[in-house]
């Protein structure tokens, strides 16, 4: 193996930058598209294709302005995710085949949104922290401990994994107040209380690629 392409593998580089080749912006799924509702298959072959599909979900991700993105939400069914919350003073990563080790009995409830419901944000309880097990993009076993928003993420992006998606998880409660919204975003409608998460709003604050993105609009 040359210097490089070890420097690149250790680094991994080019996990993280993704436009140099290739770069693909895949089309996000949104409710109530099937596919979201599908338990995603563990990954098995640490290959070439992993690594595109790892590059093209964050492609997806940063053009969405959003800070995590499981491979269900672009119709793939296989157990990857990333999450970028560096920018908020967390972790960014690849997470292959991860599962849940440990969550904190001490919950937190806070404001959540997903790429997969255009527009929404609302109120859900989360463990204020987790560890997980998982594997890089060449198969190496890992831990993460992850706290607030990072946990928050972890916790979501794996919901995905099982099928599950944030707004099925809200007290009837909270759910009611959002009900409408749900129901139009299912139309391909704009909520009409149309909010996002604060996180998301920093992201795209600092977001240093704007014109790669179109996060202003809210999908039909
Ligand atoms: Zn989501």
Do not use: W
Request: hydrophobic share 40%; with cysteine.
């Amino acid at each position: 193996m040359k210097i490089i392409d070890l420097f690149l593998k250790k680094s991994g580089f080019f996990l993280f930058f993704p436009y140099i080749e290739n770069m693909a912006v895949l089309k996000i799924r949104t409710i109530p598209d099937p596919v979201l509702y599908k338990k995603s298959a563990p990954v098995t072959e640490f290959d070439k294709k992993l690594r595109d599909l790892v590059r093209d979900l964050f492609d997806t991700m940063y053009a969405e302005s959003g800070v995590g993105l499981a491979a269900v939400q672009v119709g793939i069914l296989t157990a990857v995710i990333v999450i970028d919350l560096e920018k908020m003073g967390h972790q960014k990563g690849v997470f292959v085949n991860p599962e849940l080790v440990e969550a904190s009995t001490e919950m937190v409830i806070q404001e959540e949104g997903c790429l997969s419901v255009p527009g929404l944000s609302a109120n859900l309880e989360r463990p204020r922290r987790v560890k997980v097990r998982f594997q890089d993009v060449f198969g190496n076993e890992k831990f993460l401990e992850g706290e607030n928003i990072m946990a928050r993420a972890l916790v979501h992006e794996m919901d995905h994994l099982k099928g599950e998606v944030f707004i099925d998880k809200l007290t009837p409660e909270v759910r009611h107040t959002v009900e409408e919204d749900i129901e139009r975003i299912k139309r391909g409608l704009t909520p009409r209380n149309s909010s996002e998460p604060e996180y998301r709003k920093k992201v795209r604050r600092r977001n240093p690629n704007p014109g790669r993105s179109t996060p202003q609009q809210v999908r039909p």
